[in-house]
């Protein structure tokens, strides 16, 4: 694409742009089962996700971009048209309609839902499951998403109380993690635990007020089997009622002063640990 073509997409009032602006509520994304993901990596790795299984569909719908953008991310652009796919340049005030971002990168990829079947996650054996429960921040669920794909997890459950994964604010908290790892929606959290425990995964819910303490969890070797965390919401953390499902409540020690941790840091440093135990021998257990 050269900067001398005009922007195909001009008007805001084009169906495209008034489709695509609607996805920015939950009950519409639902609907189409559609999202955007915004900005170059999320772009990218929408490209590089390829077909979903079971349709044989693309991920991505098509791509809207600037001129500039499409210099910039030349590659992008290539990528997506050697995969077939609708390149479609756009004004910047077009891309500024489309976009949830004060500040939009220039480009925007309409995609299809991604979600696992919870079923399937079960039938690939995880042994490393991160399961938000009642996680209402959007940014929080993408930084969470983003971790456990960082740390090797198999699959991230969202519960039915949780927030939407295809929200504008978590889909670029998970700066294109989206499109990395298995992730399955609307699993009660009772069914989530029960289902993973016949799986023979061990289920540790964290919770600054647990029995036991990270530290313990590593120096006993417990670790290094199967094993899926409950994450609960930011403000309140986890109810009792959830607390009680889990083999194990689990609190990360603080050794400072610090009041707590922060959801994206608690499930950081919980997941990290595990990931470590896993490639471990003897799970990370203490000499003595």
């Known amino acids: 694409m050269q900067s001398t073509e005009p922007p195909l997409l001009t008007s805001l009032r084009s169906p495209r742009v008034i489709a695509a602006r609607k996805l920015a509520k939950r009950n519409q994304r639902s609907k189409e089962r559609r999202f955007l993901a915004e900005g170059p990596q999320a772009v990218r790795e929408a490209v590089a996700y390829g077909r979903l299984a079971g349709s044989g569909e693309h991920a991505v719908v098509e791509i809207y971009l600037t001129l500039e953008a499409a210099e910039r991310h030349a590659e992008i652009v290539d990528a997506a048209l050697a995969e077939g796919l609708p390149v479609l340049t756009a004004t910047d ?20 839902f991604l979600d696992t079947p919870f079923e399937q996650v079960l039938g690939m054996k995880p042994q490393l499951v991160a ?4 996680v209402r921040d959007p940014g929080n669920a993408g930084t969470v998403l983003r971790t456990a794909d960082a740390a090797g997890a198999d699959a991230v459950i969202l519960t039915d109380a949780s927030v939407d994964p295809y929200n504008p604010k978590a889909v670029r908290a998970s700066v294109g993690s989206l499109f ?5 929606v609307g699993v009660p959290v009772e069914e ?3 289902r993973l425990r016949e799986a023979g995964v061990r289920v540790l819910a964290a919770d600054g ?3 036991r303490d990270l530290d313990q969890e590593l120096d006993e070797g417990t670790l290094g089997a199967p094993g899926a965390w409950v994450f609960g919401n930011e403000a309140w953390g986890l109810p009792e009622q959830t607390r009680a499902l889990a083999d194990e409540v689990v609190r990360v020690p603080i050794h400072g002063h610090a009041e707590s941790l922060n959801l994206a840091t608690a499930a950081a440093v ?4 595990s990931a470590r135990a ?3 021998p003897g799970g990370c257990r203490a000499k003595g």
């Open 180 to 184: 990395h790892l298995p992730f399955a």
């Open 209 to 211: 007020a647990g029995d």
């Open 192 to 194: 989530a635990v029960a």
């Open 131 to 134: 399961v938000l429960a009642h």
């Open 93 to 112: 005030e077009v891309i500024g309609e489309i976009c949830d971002t004060v500040t939009p990168q220039g480009i925007v990829a309409l995609c299809r």
């Open 278 to 280: 896993q490639r471990s």
């Open 270 to 273: 919980c997941l990290y640990a």
